[in-house]
């Protein structure tokens, strides 16, 4: 059954298998509490001005730990389009911390600076160094997300919304990898030289092609 998705939303059974592989991190590389993390019209508005500048998130790591485990932030900040290619730049001030009422901490960047950097320690395996799957971290989890114009335009203009809710998922996909050397049998940790320079199908597709054909036309 085709779905009738807005632009940039997630087909439903996509999200529950993002949500699913997250769920499974947890055994393995992800040990941090989620809280709700909310971006709020008024600071969407403020962010993204006249100019309909984009909103970056980055995350960091509260100082104090919950039943041993350290709690997840998140901070906004306005981007601009710095030419004419795809670079955006941030505006260091205002920055705002995501939680159900945000905070403009734009007079104490120190402090939001100070768990950023504590999230890239985490990131890079460096807080529990005894974590065998800590080392996996920095392939599977990002410093921050440049947020989509449409899909913030669709929830506080289209639908006027007065908040958005910002979770969390893994997408998952099989990567091929171009070896060097062939060989019948490789080791988990031997892997030696290899390369990953494909474009996986879909999104990029041939949809002209034969081979790409889902319906039985030999008939």
């Known amino acids: 059954m085709s779905l009738n998705l807005k632009r940039d939303q997630v087909p439903p059974e996509q999200a529950e298998n993002w949500v699913i592989s997250l769920m499974e991190e947890e055994n393995l ?11 709020q019209k008024e600071t969407y508005n403020i962010l993204t001005r006249e100019n309909e500048n984009r909103i970056r998130i980055y995350l960091g790591l509260e100082p104090e730990k919950r039943d041993g485990k350290y709690v997840l932030c998140a901070y906004a900040v306005s981007a601009f389009l710095m030419g004419s290619g795809e670079v955006f730049r941030d505006y260091e001030n205002p920055v705002y911390k995501l939680e159900k009422t945000n905070q403009n901490l734009s007079a104490n960047t120190k402090q939001v600076i100070e768990t950023i950097r504590r999230y890239r320690k985490w990131r890079n395996g460096e807080l529990d160094e005894k974590n065998e799957w800590a080392r996996f971290r920095k392939f599977i989890y990002p410093n921050a997300y440049l947020l989509n114009k449409y899909e913030l335009h669709e929830i506080f203009s289209m639908q006027n919304k007065q908040e958005a809710q910002i979770g969390f998922g893994i997408s998952k996909t099989m990567n091929a990898m171009i070896y060097s050397e ?3 049998k490789r080791e988990i940790r031997d892997q030696g030289m290899v390369f990953d320079f494909s474009d996986p199908c879909p999104p990029i597709c041939d949809q002209s092609s034969v081979y790409n054909s889902e319906n039985d ?3």
């Open 217 to 219: 036309e030999s008939h």
């Open 182 to 184: 062939v060989r019948e």
């Open 29 to 39: 590389t992800f040990n941090l509490i989620v809280p709700s993390i909310v971006l």
